[in-house]
């Protein structure tokens, strides 16, 4: 009985990953798109590629928050069994997956928080789960998180904009040939440089104004506003990965704890390698839906705003990771992506959809609450 509860734990560890991928892709690329800095696919691919390498790494680098997730919010009294985690991911999954199909951004975090009590509440009463505990190691983070997002991004936007603003761009520019406009550029002793068999010293790469690519050089690499978006929407899918993998993987590993069932490195790689195939594919195949609504519906951008709302979300939600803070991507990136609004004033934000994204925040926890404790008395019924 306990290899297939581990089997069906593992099956739903993967489909709340994959859930995962569907609704929180959107976070760290829908600025991209939303700026016209490129099209759909090629966003979602840039963030699910960046979201797999974060969530491997979260291997380890971010172990605190499996921690987090898998002790403190039970009192030594309530002895496990293993239908909790399986009720937890199924609630957690579930509710996910419905909001990826309906379009509303969805916090995984609060969803296994959500599902966590539900499942807790109906398995040991109220009396037995730490509320306290559970406030400040879970509730406080996503409760504050938001708020310092939208108060970063505000705030830090004109410093960030003023630097950015003029910038027409840099360009890496790459060959061997010599030019009086590369002399000018690169005189001797600046940049890389070879020497031919006559001793003739040639410039192998320059950094200079956008106009010295041309036909001077065999290859030309642009750094402008739009460079610095992709890097920050990386940053953030990155961070993203980093966060959410490790509270996803604590659920599985539950099962060892259960069990009495030390936990191998090989056998922690290996769930971490599940929830990162699993977290790309959702990615891959069912992360447009929420995209385009963080992308069209909630206020314009353009790159220089693209870039700093994925710059505040890329920072806070990797410290957090580092520290075991667990935050919501959704909140953190919509908050922020909401602070950009507000600077250009009120009517500049779509409140309609701010209002439906705000209330897909708060029925999340009784929803998954609830999913898992339907799925806890229903397994117990079996």
């Not at 108060?151 to 630097?163: N, R």
């Not at 009086?180 to 200079?208: F, I, K, T």
């Not at 990965?241 to 069990?259: E, M, Q, R, W, Y």
Request: charged share 10%; hydrophobic share 50%; net charge positive.
């Amino acid at each position: 009985m306990v290899e297939i509860s581990i089997i069906i734990g593992i099956f739903l560890t993967a489909a709340l990953a994959y859930a995962n991928g569907s609704n929180d892709v959107s976070k760290a690329i829908a600025t991209l798109v939303g700026s016209g800095v490129t099209n759909y696919r090629r966003a979602i691919i840039w963030g699910a590629t960046w979201t797999s390498i974060g969530s491997l790494l979260a291997a380890f680098f971010a172990l605190q928050m499996v921690q987090t997730f898998t002790a403190g919010w039970l009192s030594p009294e309530a002895k496990l069994t293993l239908w909790l985690p399986l009720s937890t991911l199924f609630g957690a999954m579930a509710w996910v997956l419905l909001a990826s199909i309906a379009g509303l951004p969805v916090s995984t975090t609060h969803a296994i928080t959500g599902a966590l009590c539900g499942a807790g509440l109906l398995a040991y009463g109220a009396s037995r789960v730490l509320w306290s505990s559970l406030f400040i190691k879970t509730f406080l983070p996503l409760l504050l998180s938001p708020f310092l997002s939208l108060t970063l991004t505000w705030a830090f936007f004109p410093l960030i904009k003023l630097t950015l603003a003029n910038r027409k761009g840099y360009c890496l520019c790459l060959g061997v040939k010599r030019s009086a406009a590369v002399q000018a550029a690169c005189p001797s002793g600046g940049g890389l440089a070879v020497v031919d068999e006559r001793g003739a010293v040639y410039p192998e790469a320059v950094l200079g104004s956008r106009e010295l690519c041309g036909e001077d050089f065999s290859y030309s690499v642009n750094f402008n506003v739009n460079t610095l978006h992709w890097l920050s929407s990386g940053a953030a899918s990155f961070a993203r990965g980093l966060n959410d993998a490790p509270k996803i993987v604590a659920l599985v590993v539950t099962f060892n704890l259960i069990s009495g069932q030390p936990l191998s490195h090989g056998q922690s790689f290996f769930y971490f390698a599940l929830v990162t195939a699993a977290m790309g594919l959702g990615s891959y195949l069912a992360g447009l839906r929420v995209t385009e609504v963080l992308a069209e519906r909630v206020t314009a951008l353009n790159p220089i705003e693209g870039f700093a709302a994925n710059l505040t979300t890329a920072f806070l939600v990797a410290t957090s990771a580092r520290f075991g803070w667990p935050v919501s991507t959704t909140h953190v990136s919509s908050s922020a992506i909401i602070g950009i609004g507000l600077r250009n004033g009120v009517k500049s934000v779509s409140w309609p959809t701010v209002r439906n994204i705000v209330l897909a925040w708060v029925v999340t926890l009784p929803a998954a609450g609830l999913l898992a404790a339907f799925a806890y008395y229903l397994v117990n019924k079996i």
